[in-house]
């Protein structure tokens, strides 16, 4: 028990001081680059992320479920993460042909060169082996109980991306191209050690892909896929939309603010690690937990809020004088954030009691969203676009709520009901 306790605890510290270098150092690279070769930043950084969520869309979801039933049978663990791979090379092949020409269009159109418009799609391929080599492989570690040793690489190679674009100012060489650069470098530098550590963990015989793991594995893509891909496009829009009708300074605003919100990454650290757990083995007074859970982990947030309210200018100093003239837009994208976080804790918790089967109507709440936005905001300004951007952390706090009554009873009393909790047979078919 007590090692348990010690490895969250280690876990918890690592990640968050992991994520906190991380904001960091992206707080300096906008300081420190131009806002045009910000702009491109921002849209890297997105593309980035995009293609991490689509390329494996859903892999997990099989994945974990087969090491789940046979851990800690080494041979299968090695064939479910052969067949993990295949299936996630397969998508691969679909997504990143579009990811591609998306991103050369987003740099074009943002006044990237051609020379380094390639240039970034190469170091897009690199990073995306990089995470080949690594996501799927880790599983195996933390199954493992190596998350410490998984953690204490993460913040070595923060502080190193740190040091390195640290260097690269002091060289008067900062640019895009070697921030993303340096990305791209510590990635294969992660995928390097965590590969060596699956490979003398794991039997060094081939092993053979069943096709059973691949077909569960395929229906765990399926079925999130529609979700990822919407995902991901609501996430992206805005940065399209700026694109299109706005400039190249608006998207590097834009960018500049985005980073002042995740300062609030360290502190999500917490929802997994205390916040979804204790909801997770309660039985009694749900309601009451959920709502004092979601505003405890929402406490950094508000603190954010009143920061942009009463100084903004002490956080836009973390951004550099570039920005230093957006003292409104500061408070609305602390507010978007915060929303932001609230939405995605409260999806949290409930989904880690199975209670997701009405997730899928986010979609058309956010297209209707969509729809309704694009008619009565301004997205030629910032606000406008930040307006957007927030309103599609609605739709997940409304099926998150509704999930949660369908699962518990029926209507909103079960929010404070101090009955036992058990789920109805309309909120158990998707655990």
Request: glycine share 6%; with cysteine.
């Amino acid at each position: 028990m007590f090692a348990t306790v010690r490895r969250a605890l280690v876990f918890l510290v690592g990640k968050g001081l992991a994520q906190g270098l991380a904001a960091v150092t992206g707080l300096l690279l906008a300081r420190w680059l131009s806002v045009p070769d910000f702009a491109l930043y921002a849209i890297i950084s997105a593309i980035i992320g995009a293609m991490n969520v689509l390329t494996k869309s859903g892999v997990y979801i099989g994945y974990a479920a087969i090491l789940g039933r046979h851990w800690p049978d080494l041979d299968r663990a090695a064939q479910a993460l052969a067949a993990a791979l295949k299936v996630r090379r397969s998508i691969s092949a679909v997504m990143l042909p579009p990811i591609m020409a998306s991103a050369a269009f987003l740099l074009w159109s943002n006044g990237a060169s051609t020379s380094l418009t390639v240039a970034m799609l190469v170091l897009l391929l690199v990073l995306w082996l990089a995470d080949m080599r690594a996501s799927m492989v880790e599983e195996i570690l933390i199954y493992d109980h190596q998350t410490n040793s998984l953690q204490m690489l993460e913040v070595v190679l923060s502080v190193a991306r740190l040091a390195a674009i640290c260097l690269l100012q002091l060289a008067s060489a900062t640019s895009v191209l070697a921030a993303v650069a340096v990305n791209a470098v510590c990635q294969i530098a992660r995928a390097i050690p965590i590969s060596r550590w699956v490979n003398q963990k794991l039997p060094n015989a081939p092993h053979s892909v069943l096709p059973a793991d691949v077909r569960e594995i395929q229906l765990g893509v399926r079925r999130q896929m529609p979700v990822e891909i919407f995902y991901v496009f609501q996430s992206q829009i805005v940065l399209l939309i700026l694109t299109l009708v706005a400039g190249v300074s608006e998207v590097a605003n834009y960018g500049a603010l985005s980073r002042i919100g995740q300062i609030l990454l360290p502190f999500q650290a917490l929802v997994g690690a205390f916040a979804i757990p204790a909801f997770a083995k309660a039985q009694r007074r749900l309601g009451e937990r959920l709502i004092a859970l979601t505003a405890v982990c929402s406490v950094p947030g508000v603190l954010l809020i009143a920061m942009a309210s009463v100084w903004p200018s002490a956080l836009l100093w973390l951004v550099g004088p570039n920005y230093s003239q957006l003292t409104g837009e500061v408070l609305f994208m602390s507010c978007a954030a915060v929303l932001s976080l609230f939405s995605g804790t409260l999806r949290a918790l409930v989904s880690a009691r199975g209670w997701n089967s009405l997730a899928w109507i986010t979609i058309p709440l956010s297209l209707t969203w969509a729809c309704a936005a694009a008619i009565s905001l301004d997205l030629h300004t910032l606000v406008g676009a930040i307006i957007f951007q927030a309103g599609f952390a609605v739709g997940p706090i409304i099926t998150s709520l509704l999930d949660f009554c369908r699962s518990t009873g029926q209507g909103i009393e079960p929010l404070f009901s101090t009955r036992n909790a058990e789920p109805s047979s309309g909120g158990g078919e998707d655990r």
